[in-house]
């Protein structure tokens, strides 16, 4: 039985990778509209539990719920019609195709849409990502603040209703992360729930209500984003792994 708000959870999830443990009986979960970012040190398993969410890893033990319906058997590509989108934390467009053509793909292969409803899919995508100026271009030639935004448009082309982000304020200037910022808090006047690895706290603090901090394949704290960051066990975390 689902917990009343919660649109994905994970409960007590194991994921092993033969003798090595990289998720340790990780519960998990964020509501309906809301925005929960995952910080942690190198090897905490935050991108591991992000596949686990999406699909793209099956867990050893435990179950993952949506809209509070088992689908913990489910691949990536039926959790993405369901409402599950991801974006990788290095961006992975087809180079050779344009910008336009890379989200249409992800409309129709990955949300099931076709015709017009695809076009308005792809165009609401780009436009709101900033990027349909661009749409012509070929994804091989966009520097790494567009195709960070081209595969968040190809993320959002699915039609989501959980958004997972993985490091996407990677690599960007503090002027790029700051229009990242602005372009997610878009996304949350649209409802969408987003779950958000990030190695920036600061950026994640303008935009989560809550935020979980993750060690050795454990959640070590689970809150409001400013008392999780003062949290002793999360100071240890950071001082003694380094931020991932």
């Known amino acids: 039985m689902a917990e009343a708000g919660v649109i994905l959870a994970a409960e007590g999830v194991i994921k092993r990778f033969n003798a090595l443990i990289v998720l340790d009986r990780v519960d998990f979960r964020v509501g309906a509209a809301e925005a929960v970012g995952i910080v942690g040190p190198n090897g905490a398993g935050k991108t591991t539990l992000l596949n686990v969410l999406a699909g793209a890893f099956k867990p050893s033990a435990g179950t993952v719920r949506f809209r509070g319906a088992e689908v913990t058997d489910a691949g990536a590509a039926e959790r993405c019609r369901l409402g599950i989108a991801r974006s990788h934390q290095v961006p992975r467009p087809f180079g050779a195709m344009t910008v336009f053509e890379n989200v249409l793909v992800a409309?129709?292969?990955?949300?099931?849409?076709?015709?017009?409803?695809?076009?308005?899919?792809?165009?609401?995508?780009?436009?709101?990502?900033?990027?349909?100026?661009?749409?012509?271009?070929?994804?091989?030639?966009?520097?790494?603040?567009?195709?960070?935004?081209?595969?968040?448009?190809?993320?959002?082309?699915?039609d989501p209703v959980v958004l997972l982000l993985d490091e996407?304020?990677?690599?960007?200037?503090?002027?790029?992360?700051?229009?990242?910022?602005?372009?997610?808090?878009?996304?949350?006047?649209?409802?969408?729930?987003?779950?958000?690895?990030?190695?920036?706290?600061?950026?994640?603090?303008?935009?989560?209500?809550?935020?979980?901090?993750?060690?050795?394949g454990r959640v070590i704290a689970d809150g409001a984003p400013r008392a999780v960051m003062a949290d002793a066990a999360v100071i240890d975390a950071y001082l003694g792994g380094g931020v991932a």
């Open 168 to 216: 996407i304020g990677g690599g960007l200037t503090d002027a790029e992360a700051g229009e990242m910022v602005a372009t997610i808090l878009e996304l949350r006047g649209r409802q969408l729930a987003i779950v958000w690895i990030e190695h920036i706290v600061h950026v994640l603090l303008q935009v989560v209500d809550r935020l979980v901090c993750m060690n050795a």
């Open 107 to 158: 409309a129709t292969t990955g949300g099931g849409f076709g015709g017009e409803a695809a076009y308005e899919r792809c165009i609401d995508s780009l436009q709101l990502c900033g990027m349909l100026r661009l749409a012509n271009r070929r994804a091989e030639t966009l520097g790494l603040l567009d195709r960070k935004r081209l595969e968040l448009a190809r993320a959002l082309a699915t």
